[in-house]
T-cell receptor, first 113, second 113 residues
Framework: GQQLNQSPQSMFIQEGEDVSMNCTSS?????WLWYKQDPGEGPVLLIA?????ELTSNGRLTAQFGITRKDSFLNISASIPSDVGIYFC?????????????FGKGTKLSVKP | DSGVTQTPKHLITATGQRVTLRCSPR?????VYWYQQSLDQGLQFLIQ???????AKGNILERFSAQQFPDLHSELNLSSLELGDSALYFC????????????FGPGTRLTVL
């Protein structure tokens, strides 16, 4: 089945640093989504990418849809303490998909003030 | 606030019991997805309904079932519960079939003792 490899698994950074995480897959996806999940809460959609090569920003967050359609990355600039949480990538597959998302295992971000 | 509501927020029950989780999608959204999040398996797609009809099944056990009612709310029924069923269960709402963005509810945390 389709799987997403998300890395790194965890990051511990200093406030103000930039963060980069990525997802790769052996399968092609036609949509990539990035979510953030706080403890005890549901994932919140951060950025949606619909086109290969697309680069989209949401405040300090920037995400790109890889040209091969098999990868995506998320960058967070000038991190702040409220960026703490688990970030998930999710892909929506081609052909035959009913729209269910395939999720990466998540990147746990810790920010040191 | 994603606009998706789920009840109850927490549920504690014993092995062998049966529970029902309830979800109301965002106003006007026809699609409802159910996902399970556990520490070892991550976020896994269970089942999808669109306008009252089952559309896709993922890794859903035979002990689990779901339905979507005419008012579009959905229920996930879990029976013969086992310890390993303890997890967060999320309902996800999606708009028309051409909108790939999916919005998570706050989740129901199920603990089976």
């Amino acid at each position: 089945g389709q799987q997403l490899n998300q890395s790194p698994q965890s990051m511990f950074i200093q406030e103000g640093e930039d963060v980069s995480m990525n997802c790769t897959s052996s399968s092609i996806f036609n949509t990539w989504l990035w979510y953030k999940q706080d403890p005890g809460e549901g994932p919140v959609l951060l950025i949606a990418l619909y086109k290969a090569g697309e680069l989209t920003s949401n405040g300090r967050l920037t995400a790109q849809f890889g040209i091969t359609r098999k990868d995506s990355f998320l960058n967070i600039s000038a991190s702040i303490p409220s960026d703490v949480g688990i970030y998930f990538c999710a892909g929506l597959g081609y052909g035959g998909s009913q729209g269910n998302l395939i999720f990466g295992k998540g990147t746990k971000l810790s920010v040191k003030p | 606030d994603s606009g998706v509501t789920q009840t109850p927020k927490h549920l504690i029950t014993a092995t062998g019991q049966r529970v029902t989780l309830r979800c109301s999608p965002r106003s006007g959204d026809l699609s409802v997805y159910w996902y399970q999040q556990s520490l070892d398996q991550g976020l896994q797609f269970l089942i999808q309904y669109y306008n009252g009809e089952e559309r896709a099944k993922g890794n859903i056990l035979e002990r689990f079932s779901a339905q979507q009612f005419p008012d579009l709310h959905s229920e996930l029924n879990l029976s013969s519960l086992e310890l390993g069923d303890s997890a967060l269960y999320f309902c996800v709402s999606r708009g028309d079939r051409f909108t790939d963005t999916q919005y998570f509810g706050p989740g129901t945390r199920l603990t089976v003792l």
